[in-house]
């Protein structure tokens, strides 16, 4: 099993995916794995979502992990489903410690100093910086690195193609998450390989 740091050095874009019709994850997972990302992060925001996941986990070369999951009942349920990796939108020491004894890689979601230094006594020093745009952006997460130098960052929340590069070229952020990559209804697969193609090349040099 991968580590967190080595899943979110993998791809510069982990696609954060909300999807109704579990007929539909398959052909997503082929086209995004096709176009170069294989870290995806299905979140537990629908009902087909569990279904989903299970889909996803047959797909040769997808690394399909859960998100939006906010205790250990959840985690649990969607390691069940095959769920390689967990994301959650905060930081508890409930889920911290179900994470820990299950030894499932663990993204939780930090807004503020105080988050970044729970996450630390628990022996995180990767986070999901969320929701990153509404939490003060770019010059919000230069002022957090400074005294936490060793923590690195996947910011999610109002990332888009337009600003996902700018997010990338700073030295704490080992990647981005990011729902643009597909769009809502059924998948034009040929669409999604594009975008992921694009997203999979913002890494900076």
Known sequence: MQTIDALMRSVPVIPVLVIEDAAHAEPIARALVAGGLTALEVTLRTPAALDVIRAMSRVEGAVVGAGTVLNARDLDAAMEAGARFIV??????P???AAADRGVPYLPGVANA?????GLDHGLDR???FPAEAAGGIKALKALAGPFGKVRFCPTGGISEANAADWLALDPVLCVGGSWVVKPGAPDVGAIRTAAEAASRLRPS
């Open 114 to 118: 105080a988050d970044i230094m729970r």
């Open 95 to 97: 889920l911290t410690r």
């Open 88 to 93: 959650s939108p905060g930081l508890t020491d």
């Open 127 to 129: 986070f999901k910086f």
